[in-house]
């Protein structure tokens, strides 16, 4: 019998810098501390991995023009020029230079609104500014327009083809099994693609709007999914924000409001109790089958558990970490968080199934 085929995909979250970077140095970096934490890993992943770029214009020399960017990379000039008209050091720098314009008022420094510390509402001002800036508009702006047809669409069309062109030369083997580390709006990407895979009964909105080529080997991959010679197998979530992203579908919302549970095989796991036991964190057997192992800060702003809103919970495993202090610094800590290493190589490890 032919050893499976194991297929390590990573997908990254928002961008909430202006002016993003390839997210290749994150992917290397995890690629890098998994092998040392467990060296078999590399011949469990001969192919190393897929490593997917999506939502935003990378520098480059000399600057394109806006035509020849993908709409998803359009993001990022649109939410700095957003930025760049809104930010409130902007608007009060428009004061200063017209101060007489009654259709620009601002409070006075004086004005303490009953707050009994002066130097309260600058404080709180400047770190409510920061974070309305870095996470909310080049941070949920991005989870705003996957949340939107269009963003959904282009969105999907860049990280599905992207994985999808490099699954072609698999096409043949009669086992794959597919490994995805997500982070933060990664991780609704992957829970998407993994749906459309391998949910029973649906058909994929993206086989009806994706281009011709790519349509066609994601109906490919999807047979292959429904008789098993494509299977889950395992799901890294980093700062999910899965709760959130019920709320774009009514079935859902229909479901969630009835209080049932959603179903965890829609997405490839397993009934537990197939495929053997799985290494814990501290890399020592232990009963059970976790296929998803979900990691998050609560000091991260934008990550929230998930594993509670899914039956099957003896496949699924949630783990509390520390990766900052601040909001921001919680959020895109994950990548490098010795407890996500180790608890990312144990279970790529134990669902390798060599």
């Given amino acids: 019998m032919s050893k499976p085929v194991n297929l390590l995909v990573m997908v990254h979250g928002m961008s909430p810098e202006p002016q993003p970077v390839a997210p290749d140095g994150l992917y290397e970096g995890l690629w890098r501390s998994l092998l040392a934490e467990n060296p ?47 930010s409130y050091e902007k608007i009060k720098a428009a004061n200063a230079s ?21 130097w309260f509402t600058p404080v709180v001002r400047n770190l409510v500014g920061r ?23 282009h969105i999907r069309r860049a990280v599905y083809g992207q994985v999808l062109g490099q699954l072609d030369r698999f096409v043949d083997e009669p086992e794959v099994r597919l490994h995805l580390v ?17 949910a029973p009964d649906h058909r994929p909105g993206y086989c009806q709007q994706g281009d011709d080529a790519d349509a066609t080997r994601f109906e490919r991959w999807r047979m ?4 098993g010679e494509l299977q889950l197998g395992s799901l890294t979530s980093l700062a999910s924000q899965l709760p959130l992203f019920f709320m774009r579908k009514q079935v859902l919302v229909d479901q969630l409001a009835a209080g049932e549970l959603l179903r965890a095989d829609a997405i490839g796991l397993r009934p537990v109790g197939l495929g053997g036991a799985v290494a814990g964190l501290d890399g020592k057997s232990e009963a059970g089958s976790v296929q998803w192992q ?19 919970q003896d496949g699924i495993r949630e783990v509390q970490v520390d990766t900052g202090d601040s909001p921001l610094g919680a959020h895109t800590g994950y990548w490098s968080h010795p407890e996500v290493v180790q608890g990312t190589a144990a279970l790529l490890a134990a669902n390798a199934g060599m």
């Avoid at 020849?68 to 359009?74: F, I, K, Q, V």
């Avoid at 909310?136 to 959904?152: F, N, P, Q, T």
């Avoid at 292959?224 to 008789?227: D, E, G, I, N, V």
């Fill in 40 to 86: 078999e890993l590399e011949q469990q992943f001969p192919h190393g991995y897929i490593g997917v770029s999506w939502g935003h214009e990378l520098p480059q020399e000399p600057m394109p023009q806006l035509i020849e960017l993908r709409p998803d990379e359009c993001l990022t000039r649109a939410q700095n020029f957003i930025n760049e008209r809104t």
């Fill in 98 to 118: 017209d101060p007489n314009n009654p259709n620009n008022q601002l409070l006075g420094v004086s004005s303490r609104r009953g707050i009994d510390f002066p």
């Fill in 131 to 153: 974070l309305r800036e870095e996470m909310l508009i080049r941070g949920v702006g991005d989870a705003i327009y996957y949340g939107s047809r269009d963003g959904e669409f």
């Fill in 182 to 198: 997500g982070h933060s709006l990664g991780v609704t990407v992957t829970h998407d693609f993994l749906y459309g895979l391998f």
């Fill in 224 to 227: 292959k999914a429904q008789t």
């Fill in 294 to 312: 979900l990691f998050y800060d609560v000091d991260d702003l934008l990550a929230f558990g998930t594993r509670r809103l899914y039956d099957q």
